[in-house]
């Protein structure tokens, strides 16, 4: 048995923040009940068309949830929530900030009725009591990079760079299943639900609390140094003779020993006074890149990481996405399984940590509803009935 499993979770979700948190909880064996507008669903459903027809960002994060199609601003709907809700365990929600509320899906409205039922709201900036300037600010991925201080150390010199996933999303999530866990644990000491008021702007920032604490009391933030580590060096990427990148990276003076001695076979710069501390290094990149690269050009880059790994420096491969799909260390720990989906079986990685998880299919857009609905007590004419008025 899974360890969520007779949990269930009712979401109002859409892009990534909510749907990757609902996932999560069903990789768990949460039954996850996802309620998308009719004929059109999530919008990011129609993100892309890159895993034969369907969204790659659908697809990565709604595996193994129940579609229910629901307009839940029709009166109808009153009564298909009320039911569900009765039965759930959490609600997920990331509608625009205030839109729960006026639907009388707030945790203040709910709690009379269902007092075991955990809320989680997730929203750009925060919502309810206390929610700030910033409550009615639209809330994208990239705008919360960018207020959240990411793109000022993230990039070149001369250019700052988002990441190249949905880095603030993703955080979002995290902290989502992190708070709803925790809160289903203090369900089982004190009988009541609560609510979970999380903003993708406190989650990125304390993901950004190391180059915060850097830059405390008006100190000068870390500078952008592209693939490069900010204030440690060498560390990131140098070019080997055959053109591609390996990744480096050196943590102290006995590393920077053993690299001049047996990976650049110059052992007199550990003796150096320009590269005599990881400050001296930093300040001469300029010097000691030439030379780095000086010795790689020479070797191919498996050379070079045959030389590091030889040495005990850590160090990586700088792969793309066709690299990762075929990656030899995924594939020995045999990490990779099929789902279905309605463009047939794709591949899917087993959640990391977990040996066993429920790898459900991605669903086609409301091919649970008339199920879920008959399951809530609805009889098939009012099922009939709600679906040609396109309440469903």
């Known amino acids: 048995m899974l360890p969520l499993a007779g949990i269930t979770v009712v979401t109002l979700e859409q892009a990534v923040a909510a749907p990757f948190a609902t996932r999560q909880l069903a990789d768990l064996g949460a039954r996850v009940i996802k309620i998308e507008r009719p004929d059109v669903g999530d919008f990011a459903r129609s993100y892309d068309e890159r895993v034969r027809g369907l969204s790659s960002y659908f697809v990565w994060c709604n595996r193994s949830k129940e579609s229910l199609t629901l307009d839940i601003k029709r009166p109808e709907a009153g009564a298909v929530l009320a039911r569900l809700l009765a039965r759930a365990d959490v609600l997920v929600q990331n509608l625009a900030p205030g839109a729960a509320a006026r639907l009388g899906l707030s945790y203040e409205t709910l709690h009379g009725r269902h007092p075991r039922l955990i809320v989680c709201d997730i929203s750009g900036y925060g919502d309810g009591e206390n929610a700030g300037p910033y409550r009615d600010k639209k809330a994208y991925d990239l705008l919360i990079q960018s ?30 299943v992190t708070n709803i866990l925790a809160a289903l644990i203090n369900r089982d000491k004190t009988g009541g639900g609560c609510r979970i008021d999380l903003s993708m702007l406190e989650c990125m920032a304390e993901w950004m609390s190391n180059p915060l604490y850097y830059a405390l009391d008006g100190a000068p933030p870390p500078p952008r140094a592209g693939a490069s580590h900010a204030t440690i060096y060498p560390y990131g990427p140098f070019v ?13 003076e006995r590393e920077w020993a053993v690299f001049c001695g047996r990976v650049l076979e110059r052992p007199e710069l550990a003796a150096d006074p320009r590269f005599s501390s990881n400050a001296r290094r930093s300040e001469a990149r300029a010097e000691l890149h030439a030379i780095v690269t000086g010795v790689f050009s020479l070797l191919t880059s498996g050379q070079v990481i045959e030389r590091l790994d030889e040495a005990q420096i850590a160090n990586a491969r700088m792969n793309d996405m066709h690299d990762l799909w075929a990656h030899p260390q995924l594939k020995a720990r045999e990490r990779w399984v ?16 977990l040996s066993e998880a429920y790898m459900g299919s991605v669903p086609g857009l409301g091919e649970h509803t008339g199920a879920i609905l008959a399951e809530l007590g609805f009889a098939n004419d009012v099922i009939d009935r709600l679906r040609t008025e396109h309440a469903i």
Do not use: H
């Open 338 to 353: 099929e789902v279905d989906s309605p463009a047939g079986l794709i591949p899917a990685l087993l959640p990391p940590g």
């Open 147 to 176: 207020e959240a201080g990411f793109l000022s150390i993230t990039g070149t010199p001369e250019s700052p760079s988002k990441a190249g996933c949905s880095i603030a999303d993703i955080s979002a999530g995290m902290f989502a």
């Open 240 to 252: 080997a003779g055959d053109g591609k990148s390996v990744m480096l990276g050196l943590q102290n």
